[in-house]
């Protein structure tokens, strides 16, 4: 156990005051500064609380640590209070003789060597992320760079512990290099692997990341898109995505075959949850559960599955080639992907099945179809065929208009009938 009193100034500026660390729980060596992790004692007593102590190593890290404590000043400033940073307690950046200094409320430890994570683990980190880069671009910043060793992670929960190369009144183009660079962190978090967009978001975008992701982790995948696809969405708009990402249990992972198409898969135990492994819906494993006790306690014969109703037959599809018929199958994929999700449905939007069609105004058999009717001949009126009611284009009934003017027709004599 190590422990150290450090004399730090405070950012509500009250002068320099006396920190209690406890450095017991590691440290980090970096190329700027080396990072302790332990608890500290904040000024005026209290209740010791987790903390990462950071020590400049150069020239370099002390430029880095004075300009995190100006970002903090800014952040101070407009009064920012969000989960997905930390606390700054103390700092001492100009002192000639000691080293830059600074120490932080922090919430887990570094995300290094973390991933890859199950899909239900997968939402709640990249809410994180991008509600921090927005509340970053909302007070004109932005982060300059993003690497596992500059967040930390409790198991459930995200926080960025380094602000060092933000920078403030950034361009378009720094703020869209944040989200990719979130976007290939993300990668990096699902697979295991490096991702093309880089640390600083400067790389190319990999189709085939995209393909995989979609394949693997069809929320995640659906989600960050538009990052792939270079339409350069601010954190905002990603975040507005994630209304279709379910918060917990309707997972959209999808059913491998027996084979292993991805070098990050491996075989594990069921309790490791630090890797990619197949997991499948609550409401699915419960049905699972239901169909083997009925089995068990019904005669052999009544105890075989009926066979699932045929699917209904998807639209044919117009005929497009080249970027064409890959704009129309991301629009297509998309818009059920949004619309599912949001009613509640598990969506797949990587096999490539359409929609269910829905019948429109006068199209298929009507509510009285199948029933005995007048013989129909030359003279004789007729009714729409969905009447009563028509379907709309969303699938909902309402109402046909040659029932509604007829009724309000009536309603109107008798109110004129009462009247006078």
Known sequence: MTTEIALLETPSGEGRVEFALTLDQGSRVGARYRSHYGTVRPAGGGAEVECVYKVATGAMGKRVLSNEVAVWGGLRMEDVRADQFGTLLGFDVDSPDDPARLVQTRRGRPLAGTSPLTAERLRQPAHDLFTALRVLADNAYALGELSPGMLLWDGRRLQIADLGNAVGQPDDLR??????????????????????????????????????????????????????????????????????????????????????????????????????????????????????????????????????????????????????????????????????????????????????????????????????????????????????????????????????????FVLVVLILLVVL
């Open 175 to 408: 703020a869209a290099r944040d989200v990719r660079a979130a976007a290939g962190l993300l990668f990096w978090l699902a697979s295991g692997e490096e991702s093309s967009f880089g640390p600083d978001g400067a790389g190319p975008a990999d189709e085939a990341e995209l393909r995989w992701l979609i394949r693997h982790h069809p929320d995640l995948g659906m989600v960050l898109r538009p990052v792939f696809d270079e339409e350069v969405p601010t954190a905002a708009e990603v975040l507005a995505r994630m209304e279709g990402w379910p918060r917990s249990g309707d997972t959209t992972e999808r059913e491998a075959p027996g084979g292993q198409d991805s070098p990050t898969e491996q075989d594990v135990p069921e309790d490791d949850d630090t890797r990619t492994v197949e997991i499948h819906s609550t409401a699915h494993a419960a049905r699972a559960g239901r169909t083997a006790r009925t089995a068990r306690a019904e005669p052999a014969e009544r105890a075989e599955p009926k066979p699932p109703p045929p699917a209904p037959p998807a639209p044919p599809a117009p005929p497009a080639t080249g970027d064409a018929s890959r704009a129309i199958e991301n629009y297509r994929r998309e818009k059920q992907w949004l619309g599912q999700r949001r009613h509640g449905a598990p969506a797949h939007p990587s096999r490539g099945s359409a929609p269910p069609f829905r019948p429109g105004p006068g199209t298929g058999p009507g509510p009285g179809a199948g029933r005995p009717g007048p013989a129909q001949g030359v003279g004789v009126p007729s009714l729409p065929r969905d009447f009563p009611f028509r379907v709309g284009d969303d699938g909902r009934r309402r109402p046909h208009p040659a029932l509604v003017w007829p009724v309000v």
